[in-house]
């Protein structure tokens, strides 16, 4: 996993992720804009209902799941990765759907043409994102596959609970078919090509790199550069040599003591 400080991973960890609460969550209606203005202007009816009369706990929420300013179950919130993986861990919230860039029809435009990308539009960390969504996808399941073969869960089956297993199942397989599609593509073709342009960028006679560079996504920009300093270190060892290599100490006294 990438470091806990590694700024590219806090990055992509702000990936947006689509996420249905599977149940209602207190005091979080403001996830929802649409559900944080009703319950406003309910609330707003309620004080305007109530105006003159004594405060007897009418003005306050009427439930202890937070009243009228709960997220009700199913409601569709965008949140960033980040903030979903304790979510997804404790079975708090379901994921119905991939961003649109990790989904069928981007990764079968990535296998058909992985070069000809520009993935930097799409994400700035499309590779490390899509790992990291992936790694979150495939733990799910697996917690979730745990959890309902303990003998607690094997004991009052469901058609919800079979429906969820198999939505988990098929969540398990698009994952790991997205993270084979995102592996193949950064380290096969693509990166052959992006070494193929750092053989090219310390020659002023040949083509320009910036229109290749300006598809590539962070890690690869990074895997570009020091494919570039690499080269231009060999160049100057083949112009210059290797120049005069220094001795151990440990050498030298050896040879003294022989």
Not at 137 to 142: C, K, P, S, V, Y
Not at 206 to 213: C, N
Request: glycine letters at 6%; charged letters at 25%.
């Amino acid at each position: 996993m990438p470091s806990y400080y590694d700024i590219d991973t806090i990055l992509a960890e702000e990936e947006l992720l689509t996420v249905k609460p599977k149940f209602a969550f207190a005091h979080l209606s403001h996830l929802d804009p649409d559900s944080h203005r009703v319950a406003s202007s309910l609330n707003r009816k309620r004080r305007r209902s109530n105006d003159g009369e004594e405060d007897d706990g009418l003005n306050k929420p009427t439930s202890g799941k937070g009243g009228h300013y709960s997220l009700p179950e199913g409601t569709k919130i965008k949140m960033p990765l980040w903030a979903m993986d304790r979510w997804a861990m404790l079975n708090f919230v379901k994921i119905p759907t991939l961003p649109r860039h990790y989904r069928q029809r981007m990764k079968e435009r990535l296998e058909a043409d992985p070069v000809g990308m520009n993935l930097s539009n799409k994400n700035e960390h499309y590779f490390l994102a899509g790992t990291l969504l992936t790694n979150l996808l495939l733990r799910t399941a697996h917690i979730h596959k745990r959890n309902s073969s303990t003998p607690t869960s094997r004991r009052t089956p469901s058609r919800a609970t079979d429906a969820e297993s198999l939505a988990m199942e098929q969540l398990s397989l698009t994952a790991k078919s997205l993270q084979h599609t995102l592996l193949t593509s950064m380290m096969g073709d693509r990166l052959c090509r992006n070494f193929d342009w750092t053989l090219s960028a310390l020659d002023a006679m040949e083509d320009d790199v910036s229109d290749w560079i300006v598809r590539l996504s962070v890690l690869e920009r990074n895997m570009f550069g020091r494919g570039v300093e690499a080269s231009g270190a060999v160049k100057t060892w083949r112009e210059f040599g290797c120049g005069r290599m220094g001795v151990s100490l440990a050498v030298v006294k050896g040879r003294n003591m022989g």
